[in-house]
């Protein structure tokens, strides 16, 4: 059943892993797709495997001209947007004693400064009844070591989600969150340069996830447009999808 027929949907960063997931969730359920990504070959991978309906785009999410680029290009392509999903975002493990100036501005401008503007621009694009879903982090509650500015940056989003839910009422545009643990997207192998690593890695976080396995990135997907379009009289909140690590 086309659930979300002719429903129109930005996902910025959704070449891979969550996001292209719930690219493909929409697609299925009848909906008309638009994703952003940085990488040439995330975005080569992404059109193969979303196909002609999805309309792929690159994009830099810390790019405010980019930004800027892409309202303008979504404006010609749907006119107006049902739902905008800022996904965009990524980790650089550092300890605070190796932190550097380059570092913390990259977490902050990808992970908290883009998606601000990003709904800044989108906001007069996305209709009345609209929704937009932010990616936060439960590193935004948890003290994790060397995630300082990841989890600042994730926690200055937490609260983009209630200001923007606050100021965006008067035209009936719901903004949630949904908070991700840890997920299986492969992204340990891409960032572990050894399977003894990874598996170290792997059973450290086994030990502390009540529910004793990994996310998947169906059930973000799934989070994600619950949030979106189920949702209705939900705004403000955030939707932790993280086997009870920063519940229990």
């Not at 952003?36 to 999805?54: I, P, V, W």
């Not at 980790?91 to 998606?115: C, Q, R």
């Not at 949630?176 to 992204?187: K, L, Y």
């Amino acid at each position: 059943m086309a659930r979300y027929l002719d429903k129109k949907v930005v996902i910025i960063g959704g070449t891979s892993g969550m996001g292209l997931v719930t690219a493909k969730m929409l697609l299925d359920g009848g909906a008309r797709v638009l994703v952003t990504g940085r990488s040439q070959a995330g975005l080569e991978s992404a059109r193969k495997e979303l196909g002609a309906a999805a309309i792929v785009v690159s994009s830099d999410a810390r790019s405010l001209t980019d930004i800027d680029a892409l309202a303008a290009q979504v404006k010609t392509e749907f006119d107006t947007v049902d739902l905008l999903f800022v996904n965009a975002g990524f980790s650089i493990p550092t300890p605070v004693a190796n932190m550097t100036e380059a570092i913390y501005d990259e977490m902050f401008n990808l992970n908290a400064k883009g998606p601000f503007f990003a709904v800044q621009k989108f906001t007069p694009l996305i209709k009345r009844g609209g929704s937009v879903v932010l990616t936060t982090s439960v590193a935004n509650v948890k003290g994790l070591a060397g995630q300082a500015t990841y989890g600042a940056a994730k926690a200055a989003l937490r609260s983009f989600t209630r200001v923007l839910a606050a100021e965006l009422l008067p035209q009936e545009i719901r903004v949630n969150a949904v908070s991700p643990g840890p997920i299986d997207t492969g992204i340990l192998n891409k960032v572990m340069p050894s399977e003894d690593m990874r598996t170290q890695v792997k059973e450290h976080m086994l030990g502390i996830i009540p529910m004793k396995r990994f996310g998947t990135s169906e059930e973000i997907a799934k989070a994600v447009v619950f949030l979106a379009f189920e949702a209705t009289f939900t705004t403000g909140a955030e939707l932790p999808v993280d086997g009870g690590w920063s519940q229990l």
